[in-house]
C-alpha cells in the first residue's frame, strides 16, 4: 500500500496506525475514549506520541479541501480545530479502495454539546453555548467565511470564565470570500435555526432538556447574532459637539472582546454631523493584553477575568504608578502560578489553569458570603481543591475504549454565584 499523505509537519510515527482498516475496526488500544459529538462520517480520537488526534474518514477530495480550509481559517486567527493530515491511497487487504482520512489535533479541554447536555445543563448555561456560538459566527462571517452547516454538532466548546468559547470542528461545506452579502449571512442563519432546533428536539425525545424550548432556543442564536453584528458593523451618526462618542464607541466594542484597527469617519456637506464605521475589527481584545502582559494565551472571558485580578492587585500592593508589565510579572509569579500549580497531578485533566483560577475566585466570593468575611486567595484555593474539584468531570481526556455514545458524566455541581464586584485580596 503506497500511502500518500499530506500534512505540513509530516509526523512519521502516522505510518503506525492501521490504515489498512476501515476506521470503525480500529483496535481498542490505540484509541482514547472522548466524548463524541454526532457527524455523518466515523470519527475516532487516537493516541499518538503523547498527543490525540481526531480521524475523520471522508472522500479524498473533501479531504483535502477541508484539509485546506482549516489551514486557512487558521491563518486569519479564527477559532477552529488545527488540522494535521490528510491521508490518502487507503487499501484494505483484500485491495479494496478505502475513503482517505482528515486528521486534526484534539482541543483540549472542548465538548461537543451532548457531553455538556448529559451533564445536567442548567438553562442559563445553555444559553451561554448559543451566545458563543453567535459570536464564532459574527467572527466567521467578518472574515468572509461562509459555513454552510451551522450546528452545536459542527462546534466544539471550551469553558470560558463562566460561559463558553466555540471552535469550528467542521469546514466540509464552507467557503471563504472576500466579503459576505447580507443574503450569504442570513443564509447561515437560516441553516442555524433550522439544525439547532433539530438538535434540541432529539435531546429533549432523550429527556436531556430541563424545560428548554428548542425553537425559541434557535431563535435567540439569531436575536445573539443580529445583536452583536450591528455592534460591530453599523454606522453611527452624532454631532460635532458629540465627538467623545467615538472613544465612547471604541471603548463599546473593547467591551466584548474586539479592537478596532481603522474607523471610517465622514461628515455631512455642511460638516454639523459626523458618521463613524468600525472597518476592521479583530476579536481577542483583552486576550492579546495578557499575552502581551503575561505570556499567558488563553480565552476571552478568562482574560478578561485574570486582567481584572491584575489590575485589584495592582491596587491593593499600591503599585498603580509602576510599570504595567512589572506589575503583571509580579502578579503572575506571587499569585497566578503558586494558585494553578496547587492543582493535584491526578486532577489536573477537570480544569485548564485559567479556567481552574477563575473558579478560585468565585469560589473565594462564595465562602466570604457564606462566612461573613473575606480569605485568602490561598485559603480559597485549598477548600476548592478539597471539596469542588474532585467532583468534576475530567474535561481534558478520558483514556481507554473508545466511546461509542455520549456517557453521562457527572451532575453539575451547585452553581456558584457570578457577581460584579470590587474585590480586595
Known sequence: MALD?????????????PWRLPLEEWPEEILA???RGISRHVVRFVKLGGRVLAIKEIKPELAIREYHMLRNLGRLGLPCVEPFAVVQGRLARDGTPLDACLVTRHLQFSLPYRALYSQALRPDTAHRLIDALAVLLVRLHLAGFWWGDVSLSNTLFVRDAGAFAAYLVDAETGELRERLSDGQREHDLDIAR?????????LEAGELLDGEDPIATSERLVTRYHELWAELTEVEQFTLNERWRVDERI????????????LAMTTDIDGTTISIQPKVVDAGHHSRRLLRLTGLDVEE????RLLNDLDAYRVATDQVDTDEELVAHDWLTTIYEPITRAIPPNLRGKLEPAEFFH????????????AGHDFRIEDAAMDYVANVLPNKPDEKSVLGADTGAIPILATETAPLPIVTRSRNR
Open 359 to 370: 473558579e478560585i475566585l468565585e469560589h473565594r466570593w462564595y465562602m466570604a458570603e457564606v
Open 33 to 35: 475514549a472522548l466524548p
Open 5 to 17: 499523505i499530506t500534512a505540513a509537519r509530516p509526523d512519521p510515527a502516522l505510518l503506525d496506525l
Open 301 to 304: 472571558g478568562q482574560a478578561r
Open 194 to 202: 433550522v439544525n439547532i432546533a433539530g438538535e434540541l428536539f432529539d
Open 251 to 262: 471603548r463599546r466594542l473593547n467591551d466584548i472582546g474586539f479592537d478596532v484597527d481603522e
